[in-house]
C-alpha cells in the first residue's frame, strides 16, 4: 500500500500501474535515461520528445511526458535532477507560452477556415444555386407552384373558350417546345393588370390587363417567351435556392423552414436583374427558332413605359432603366405573326367581349410582382396567404 | 480488491477516509474565461473548444486524490472534430428532410414520418451524446499515468434509455427514480479508473419517498399557483377583458380593443409565464433538492471501484443554497459570474464526497478500453456550455 517514493522527491509512474517509482535521472547523448533507487532501468526517453504537461503550483512539480501522448509520468521537484534536464531542454519552461501559442493558432485557423466558408458560401451561393437548382427534379416543384396557381385560380376568374385555349397552348408548344418537366399550363386571370407569372412546376399565368394592353400578338408572344424561358432556364427554383442561402440555409438546417413559406418565398421574391436579361435573350432566342417574330417584348416593353411611365414603380425596382432593357433586345421582325387575326381577336376576348371584369379588384391577391409591369404599384401582396 | 460488504450502512469499520481536494483560485478560472469569451468573439465561436480544454485542463490538475493531481489530456482539436461531425450529420439530415418535403409535400404521410423520425432521432441522439461524453471525459483522465475508461456501446444505451424514459413518461413520471437509477447504473458499472471496474446496484425503493414528496410539492405548488392567478385576474378586474379575449378566439374575430385593456393583458401575460417559470425552475430545485441529495446519498452507499468506498455529506439544504445561489450569480451577473458559479460547484461536491479506503497504486493497472478519437460533439451539440 505504501509507495517507496514518497511526494516532494523525483517520481515516475509507468502507465502500467499506479506505482509512484522513485526517479533517478541520467543522461546518455540525446536519452533522458530513468531508472529506480535501485539503478534498474525504468525508461529511456528521448531529449527533444520531452515536453512538460503541467506545472503544480502547489507543491512546485513539473509533470512532464513523451509527445507520442502516451500515459508515462515523470513529476520533477527542485533539485539536481530538474536542473540538469533544463540544460538539456533550456526552452522548456517556455511550454506555456508554446501551449498557448499552439491553442491560438489551430483555433485561428479554424476560424479562418469558418470565415472563408462563410465568405465562399455567401459570394459563391449564386453561381452554387444555378448548379443545385439544376439537380432538383423538375417535378419536385410541381406542389410549390400548384399551390399558388391554385390560390390564384381560386381568387380570380379563369377566362377559358375553346378557341382562345387552343390558340394559347398552340403558341406556347410552338414557343417553348423542348421545356422539361411536367406539362406546361398557360392561362388567363380575370385580373386589370398588366402581369405575367412563370410559377414553379410549369405553370405560366397572363392577366387580362396584359391582353388589353397588347397591341399585337407578337407583344403576348414575347411575354409568353419571357415566361418560358424563366422556366426553361430554371429560375423559379434559382430563387428559391438562392433566397435559402442568402439568408436561411440555417432554417432549412434546422427545420424551421415548411413548403408554405417556401411557395410565399418563390412568389414574392423578385429574379434578379441577371436573371431578367436572361430570360429576355433567352426568350428571344426562342422566338427565333421557333420563326416567329422577335421584336414582339421589345416593342411591348417601349409602348408600356412611353404610355404609363409613372405607373411600374414595382418595374422600376428591379430594372431602373426599362428603355435599356427594351433596347437591350435583339428587334428582328423577320419571322412569322405570332397568330392569324382570328385567333388574335379570340384570345383578346377570352373573358369576354365588353366584360369590364374586375377591374376595380386590380390591389387585392398578386402573384410575384412581373418585370413586365403591372397596373397598380400597391399589390406587392403575396398569394399565399 | 472485492467489497466484503456491500449494504449501505454495513461499511467495514475502520476504514481510512480521505476527501478529494480542489485548490483551484478563481482567478485563475476568470483568466481562462475571459480569455475564451475575447478569442471565441474574434474567431466566430471555434475558439470555444480550445477554451473549454484549457478550463478543463486547471480544474483537473487543481484536483487531487491522495497527494497526486488528476490531468486532462483531451485536446481541443479533439472537441472541434466531434462537433463538424454532427454539423454535418445535422445538415445532411436538414437537407435530406426537406427534399422529401419538396417531392411528396409538407404534410403527406412521408415528409410526416420523417420529421418524426427526425425528432426521434434528436432525442436518441442526446442520450447517446450524454454516454459518449462520459467516455471521453474519463479516458481523458489521467491519475499516476493510469486513465479511466467505459465499457459498452452508447447506441445501446441511447435505446435502453428511450425506453426506460417511455415507460416512465407512461406512469406521468412517478417510475423516473426507478427509470434514473437503472440508467446511472448502466453508466456507472462501465465505468473503468484503469483496470479497476466500478460497481453499484442501486435501490430506488430508497429515494422513492423523498420523490414523492418532491412530486406533491410540485403538484400543490401547481395549484397554488394557478388558484393565485385566478384570484388575481378576478380581483383586478381583468376578467372581462380575458372574456372578451376569449370569446373573440372561440368566434374567430379579432378582439375589440376597446373593451380590452391591452396594457394590463400583456403584463398580467408577462408575470403569468414568470411565475411559471419560477416554479418550474425555483420550485422544481427546492421541491426535488431532498431527492437529489438522497441519490447522491444512494450512489455514494452503493458504489465501489478499485477498493474505495463512499460516503455522501451532501444535504438537501446545501444543494439549494448551491443551485439557487448559483442561478441567482449567474443572472444577475448575465452570465459573467459562470465562474463563479463554476468554482462553488468544485468546492461543494468534492469537499462532500468520503473516500472511504485507500487505493493501492500497485494493483492499479492501466486499462485497456479504447479510447475514442474525437470528443463529445454530440452532446456539444445539445449542450454548449462552459465546461
Redesign the interface.
Known sequence: MTDPAPPQTDRFFDGRTAHAHAAVLKFEPGKLLIEDAGGDLLARWPLPEIRIVDENLVNGALVLALTDGTAPRLHLFEGPGKAALLRARPELPRWRAQQAWRNLRQAAIWGGGALALAALLYFGWRDASIAVAGWIPREWEAPIGGAIRDELAAAHRVCSTAEADTALAGLVARIAPRLGGPPVTIEVLDVDQVNAVALPGNHILLFRGLLDRASSPDQVAGVLAHEASHLELRHPMRGIVQQLGVGAVLSIVFGGSDLGALGQLAATLPYSRAMESEADRHGVELLKAAGLRADGLASFLTVMAETDPGGLPEWLSTHRDPQARAAALDADASGEAALDPAAWRELREICGADDPGEAGDSGDRVARPSSLGRGEGSAVGAPVE | MMATESSAGGLPAGLEEQRLVY?GRLGAIYGIFIKTLL?AI???G??R??GK??MR?YVW?HVSFQ???L?Y?GT??EL?KGFIIVVGF??IA??A???L??????LSAVAVVA?LL?IVAVVYLAFVAHYAAQRYRLTRT??????GGVSGSAWSYGIKAMLYSLISSFTFFLAQPWASFRLLELRLNNSYL?DAKALASLQASEVFGRYIAGYGIMLVLFVGFIALAILAVGSSGLAQDFLEIIQATAEGRTPDTTQVDMTSIAIALGLFYAGFAVWGILGSTIAFAWYWAGVAGEVAARLEVAGLRFRSDITAGGLIGLYIGNMLIVVFTLGLGLPIALHRSLRFFTGRYGILG?????????TTLDRPRTGEGLLEAFDPGLF
Not at chain 2, 101 to 106: D, K, Q, R, V
Not at chain 2, 142 to 147: A, C
Not at chain 2, 358 to 366: A, F, K, N, V
Open positions: 485548490d478569442l474574434v474567431t466566430l471555434i475558439y473548444f480550445w480544454t484549457n485542463r490538475s497527494g497526486d493531481r490531468e489530456t481541443g482539436g472541434f445535422v445538415f436538414g437537407i428532410r426537406t427534399a418535403e419538396l417531392a411528396f409535400g409538407s420529421q427526425f489521467l491519475w499516476r499515468g493510469i486513465r484503469g485507500r487505493l493501492d497504486p500497485d494493483r492499479l493497472t492501466q
